[in-house]
């Protein structure tokens, strides 16, 4: 009995080595980050994308910041077709 239970034991370190992919050379590293559900205090999800994904996402961030920021100092006329969908100007 003992006999089966040490190869069942051999058995189960070898396999989930040999179940596991060798990690890609080229694979990037993922950083994972709490983000906070829009609507809520409490709640928030993970999220986990490389650091590539993380600066083009910060970026894309800027470049909307900039754009809100640069049509603010060129005013915003209010249109007709604002007020009648309930907008406020």
């Known amino acids: ?3 089966r239970l040490a190869g069942l034991g ?3 370190i070898a396999a989930p080595a040999a179940a596991e992919p060798a990690p890609a050379a080229t694979a990037e590293k993922l ?3 709490r ?3 829009t609507g809520t205090l409490a709640r928030k999800r993970r999220q ?3 650091a590539r994904e993380w600066e083009r996402i910060a ?3 800027r470049v909307n910041g900039r754009h809100i920021q640069d049509a603010m100092r060129g005013g915003y006329t ?3 077709t604002d007020q009648a969908a309930g907008g406020h100007c």
């Open 1 to 3: 009995m003992f006999d």
């Open 10 to 12: 051999a058995l189960m």
């Open 31 to 33: 950083i994972c980050k």
């Open 35 to 37: 983000i906070a559900d």
């Open 48 to 50: 986990c994308l490389t």
């Open 59 to 61: 970026e894309e961030a």
């Open 78 to 80: 209010c249109q007709a």
